[in-house]
């Protein structure tokens, strides 16, 4: 690759590494696999820069999303942890229990199927819209809409209840 | 008070805020980038993917342009196999390149430094070979050369004749990856577009395009990856992996299936047993009995079989090199440096040398 292309990769990775990193910390919930995430589309998009290196950004988190979406299908690959019920997390005074309750459904969103997550990180961590959700996860609008709703509905089944008698508003 | 929503937002930002730190990432990519680039390259002079074949000749060789010599077509018939490769004439870009059995060298494609790709194409109202303004890649001609199409890499595709002017721009979020690529219907008036969510199709004659969502492909999908048309010109083909083998980067997907799809309305028409890939469009006999497969090993390795459209059972011996069914039901291969006619079981009938002039250039070779 010509020099210039692998100056303006090698710049690419240092501005927006640790933005990427972010995403897929959020959507894995662990570190390393967060990073193997990260590299793998990274590597990718190195392999075609010249190709794509005019809209890069847009190309590796297309990848990091769907690369983490499509793990769902790809059962040696699945981190999620399978909760029926989310532990409780002792509490002490007010502060307490608002760390408590992102604890709680910190767990819950990592239980979650690998693709209502992605919709989840995509909607709420990006302030993604739909449509922009939609076009990053290579399905239509509709379905985001459905997997945010059922994964919304999934939460609220897990810490629902609990979060109310911390004293949250539903 | 705080509501679901709230707390969502709050936990997704600290697993967020809890990432490790960027450490030598662009260093570790590189490594897997280019890892990944041997693997595309392996893959693809192995089994020649997307119309062509690798074959010989230099660059520069092609700038020269050699003494004129009128290329004759070679004989079409020849009983028994030689034992001393026929050596083929010399290319010139001065009149079209017949190979044996009447197929034609319709474009060459030399690869220049930093993945740049240069184009020389035969233009049929001239007979000549010229070299073309642009340089997609993956690029896809029609059968008679007179259009192209190439991604825009932000989904959109754009339709353009040999002197770079447009014909028309479409918008299907055309798929970006390794095999995708534009492909046009044997008769050269539909142009099948792969799409992230299944495939389009763009009719040449009233410019307009209908999307087919299929999620179904895209999810079945195999590493090879690709659609081919069938001979009808009416029906699609693409290949499906066996879900019920775990995926993994180890090893390559298993393929169950062939499964066809009619281009007029997107709708599954049949499956048909498969342990491979159709090669290409040109890999599908006239007669619709038999198609050219390209079967992945565990390994990556690839080989192309002759399969049954039936059953999908092989017969024959692997073939080297890029295969197509010519119109008379014989294969063509275009190698690496020879080419071969073998009839419709794979038995070789007649081994050709290539000209020297093709080393290091891509040929692709219509039927004719």
């Known amino acids: 690759m010509r020099q210039s292309l692998e100056d303006e990769f090698t710049a690419f990775v240092a501005a927006r590494g640790q933005s990427l990193l972010r995403i897929a910390h959020a959507l894995t919930g662990d570190r390393e696999a967060a990073q193997d995430l990260v590299q793998g589309a990274l590597a990718k998009a190195y392999a075609k820069w010249p190709r794509i290196h005019t809209d890069a950004e847009a190309y590796v988190r297309k990848i990091i999303y769907n690369d983490r979406a499509s793990a769902w299908r790809r059962p040696g690959r699945q981190n999620e942890v399978t909760v029926a019920e989310v532990p409780d997390v002792a509490t002490s005074d007010h502060h307490d229990q608002h760390v408590a309750d992102r604890l709680t459904v910190q767990r819950a969103l990592l239980s979650l199927p690998a693709r209502q997550r992605a919709v989840l990180v995509m909607r709420y961590l990006e302030d993604r819209s739909v449509e922009e959700t939609a076009e990053a996860l290579g399905c239509r609008p509709g379905t985001v809409a459905s997997q945010a709703s059922r994964a919304l509905v999934k939460l609220r089944g897990l810490v629902g209840d609990r979060l109310t008698s911390m004293g949250g508003a539903r | ?368």
């Not at chain 2, 009447?102 to 930093?114: I, K, R």
């Open chain 2, 1 to 368: 008070m705080r509501d679901l929503e709230e707390s969502l937002r709050d936990a997704v930002l600290d697993l967020a805020d809890d990432a490790p730190l960027a450490y030598d990432l662009a260093a570790v990519a590189r490594t897997r980038g280019r890892r990944i680039r041997q693997r595309r390259r392996a893959a693809l002079s192995a089994f020649v993917v997307v119309m062509v074949a690798a074959v010989a000749v230099p660059y520069v060789a092609l700038r020269r342009e050699p003494p004129q010599r009128v290329v004759e077509p070679a004989p079409t018939v020849t009983v028994a196999p030689s034992i001393v490769p026929r050596a083929l004439p010399e290319f010139t870009v001065k009149s079209p390149y017949r190979l044996p059995g009447g197929a034609t060298v319709s474009m060459l494609t030399l690869p220049g430094a930093d993945d740049s790709k240069t184009y020389v194409s035969l233009d049929r109202s001239t007979g000549r070979y010229r070299q073309l303004a642009f340089a997609y890649d993956p690029l896809g001609m029609s059968p008679d050369g007179r259009l192209f199409a190439g991604s825009t890499g932000r989904g959109k595709v754009r339709i353009f004749d040999a002197d770079d002017r447009t014909v028309d721009t479409v918008d299907v979020r055309m798929r970006f990856d390794f095999h995708s690529k534009p492909e046009w219907s044997p008769d050269g008036s539909r142009l099948l577009l792969p799409t992230e969510e299944g495939f389009a199709v763009y009719d040449v004659a009233t410019r307009s395009h209908r999307v087919f969502n299929r999620p179904d492909i895209r999810y079945f999908c195999p590493d090879l990856c690709y659609f081919t048309w069938l001979p009808n010109g009416r029906e699609v083909a693409v290949a499906h992996r066996d879900e019920g083998v775990r995926r993994t980067e180890e090893r390559a997907d298993v393929i169950k299936s062939v499964v066809v799809y009619s281009a007029d309305t997107g709708v599954e028409v049949r499956s048909i047993p498969m342990t491979g890939a159709p090669v290409s469009t040109d890999a599908w006999s006239p007669d619709g009995r038999s198609v050219l497969i390209q079967v992945q090993q565990p390994d990556f390795n690839t080989s192309t079989r002759i399969a049954g459209t039936d059953t999908g059972a092989l017969r024959g011996d692997p073939i080297t090199g890029r295969a197509m069914f010519l119109p008379d039901g014989r294969i063509l291969t275009v190698g690496n440096r020879y080419a071969e006619l073998l009839t419709a079981d794979g038995v070789p009938l007649e081994e050709m040398k290539l000209p020297s002039q093709f080393d290091d250039v891509i040929v692709t070779v219509t039927r004719s």
